[in-house]
């Protein structure tokens, strides 16, 4: 289980623990390290070229998805679990059609291209899916319905938490919203229960499976600078952590790593009280910086 928060930088564990009196889940990681985040043709990367590199181990040029830097399409780490048999899946917060989803199942030279991106996961082979973005399934101006194809192929397409809730087995395709999903305070704990059923469903395969998820969203609140929601967002994915360590701890045999694809928002820590968790932070870009990541496992 690959946990990607989109955006997330040690600066922004240090800034959640503090709010938090001292405690995440993150805590429990027993392994950490470091990841550069640089792509091909810049030292500061984006979501589409940071992705790529996650999902399929190979730098690529910025806003490039699920290719090398030629255009060639690159096998990331769900195609190549589908191959050796395992299943394979994700669970997002945004628009799928967004980067990092779209590096671990699509192929373009431009994420800017999202019509073209979209349709890609018709053919994709990825076992459960479930995100946001229908806007860009359906009154397409090519006149496709990206879900009556996805039904052709065998997938059920809950568009609804409830109508997911009740699938017990077999492939699944949820697009629960227009574009994004909601603020976290409105949509609950629903990255945590998409996981967990991911999770159920992907685990009914006995060689095992490969599922990305993604606090999509800390990226958002990073750029345009707000503080309260970047915390929500932060802790958000910091719960939904705790949900997947406990099931693999109970597992016994599931590596789970977490990091992140780049930092955004350039944040920096500068006062606070743990007692209170109270924090006093500074940003300084309302774009992405180049600092190094954090790796936990």
């Not at 976290?184 to 095992?208: F, H, S, T, V, Y």
Request: glycine share 12%; aromatic share 8%.
């Amino acid at each position: 289980i690959l946990m990607i928060g989109d955006g997330m930088s040690l600066m922004h564990m240090s800034s959640a623990w503090t709010a938090n009196r001292g405690k995440l889940w993150l805590d429990n990681a027993q392994a950490v390290g470091l990841s550069k985040t640089y792509c091909a043709n810049r030292l500061i990367t984006d979501s589409g070229a940071g992705g790529t590199a996650l999902a399929t181990g190979h730098k690529t040029n910025y806003h490039m998805v699920g290719v090398d830097p030629s255009g060639k399409p690159l096998e990331s780490l769900a195609t190549l679990a589908n191959k050796k048999g395992l299943s394979s899946g994700i669970a997002v917060t945004c628009r799928l059609w967004d980067a990092t989803p779209a590096d671990f199942c699509c192929h373009n030279v431009d994420r800017d291209n999202e019509a073209e991106i979209v349709a890609d996961y018709v053919t994709c082979g990825v076992d459960y899916v479930f995100g946001g973005g229908a806007k860009l399934f359906e009154n397409r101006a090519d006149g496709r319905d990206l879900f009556q194809e996805l039904r052709d192929k065998g997938y059920q397409t809950p568009r609804s938490w409830d109508e997911l809730s009740g699938i017990a087995k077999g492939k699944v395709f949820c697009v629960t919203d227009t574009v994004d999903t909601p603020l976290p305070a409105e949509r609950g704990d629903l990255l945590a229960r998409a996981a967990e059923k991911g999770i159920e469903l992907l685990d009914q395969n006995p060689e095992g499976f490969f599922l990305m998820v993604e606090g999509s969203q800390l990226d958002d609140y990073g750029h345009f600078n707000d503080l309260d929601l970047l915390m929500q967002e932060t802790h958000d994915f910091d719960r939904t952590i705790g949900r997947v360590l406990e099931w693999a701890a109970k597992d016994g045999e599931t590596l789970v790593v977490v990091t992140a694809d780049h930092e955004t928002g350039g944040l920096t820590l500068v006062d606070g009280d743990l007692n209170e968790g109270r924090i006093v932070c500074k940003f300084s870009t309302g774009g992405h910086s180049g600092v190094m990541v954090p790796v936990y496992a």
